[in-house]
């Protein structure tokens, strides 16, 4: 199985061989999953074994998987999911939860779309009380326009409420209703995507940066280790990235 790393609207999920992590703690809420045994993770100094485990937003943790075949899902704490997983995280803390899940380990050649697809059904049980929106407003499809355009500059939430032809306010509530993740965190996902595809077509790190509206390769470096607790190097150099339009929270029900 080799190393994958998929990069979707506020998730990272690396799939492979499993490694030793050492104690880290991250904004992004972790699920931990073996698809052939029990793997140790420690959470808050305290030691589980558990086929499936999930790790809450800023706790500090750490995990052995050697010799496994694993799955991490790192999900972004202010996307609405995020928020979700990290309060069942707290309620569940070391608790094994693969009996919650729809496990069945993907294809070693399944695309990053498909990939992200099989991510939503493994923790579609776990988001079953999400609202499901099926369409997007034409003020935020307006505002997804914008960012796209502005985002090697400075996207607002005011040029995307122009843009959208509705106020900043009203916008701030349909976006974070019909994306599942707020505006500015949103332009946050966009640009890491955007650095990850500048690399990958040859940029240096510091090109990648600023291609992505970020204003220097440490500005770059900061927001993937608080996004996602990884170096980024790691990320940029090893990273697909989905092209599934759909948002995280639309997950099969």
């Given amino acids: 199985m080799r190393p994958r790393l998929i990069l979707d609207l506020g998730s990272v999920l690396i799939l492979g061989p499993g490694f030793e992590a050492q104690t880290h703690a991250h904004h992004a809420v972790q699920l931990v999953l073996s698809f052939d045994g029990e793997v140790v993770v420690e ?8 086929r499936a485990t999930l790790v809450p937003s800023e706790v500090p943790h750490r995990f052995s ?15 609405q999911p995020g928020a979700q997983l990290d309060r069942l995280a707290r309620e569940w803390l070391g608790r094994d939860i693969a009996a919650e899940l729809v496990i069945t ?12 697809d099989w991510t939503r059904a493994l923790i579609a049980p776990l988001l079953e ?23 090697g500059g400075r996207p607002r939430l005011a040029g995307a409420a122009r843009a959208a032809g ?13 994306m599942g993740i707020p505006f ?9 995507k955007r650095a990850v595809d500048e690399v990958r077509r040859g940029a240096s790190l510091t090109e990648a940066a600023i291609a992505a509206g970020f204003s220097d390769s440490a500005h770059l470096s900061r927001t993937f280790r608080r996004m996602f607790g990884l170096p980024p190097s790691f990320l940029l150099q090893a990273a697909e990235i989905s092209d599934v339009a759909a948002t995280f929270k639309r997950a099969p029900r």
């Avoid at 609202?131 to 935020?140: F, N, Q, T």
């Fill in 184 to 192: 500015r965190r949103f332009v946050l996902w966009a640009r890491a």
């Fill in 129 to 151: 009380r999400a609202p499901a929106e099926d369409e997007l407003s034409d003020a935020v499809r307006a505002s997804l326009d914008y960012v796209a355009r502005e985002l």
């Fill in 43 to 50: 959470i808050a100094g305290r030691e589980h074994a558990a």
């Fill in 65 to 79: 998987a050697s010799g496994r075949r694993i799955a991490l899902l790192l999900v972004d704490r202010e996307a």
């Fill in 105 to 116: 380990e993907p294809r070693s050649d399944a695309t990053p779309s498909e990939l992200v």
């Fill in 166 to 178: 509705v106020s900043p306010s009203h916008l701030t509530h349909t976006f974070s209703a019909e």
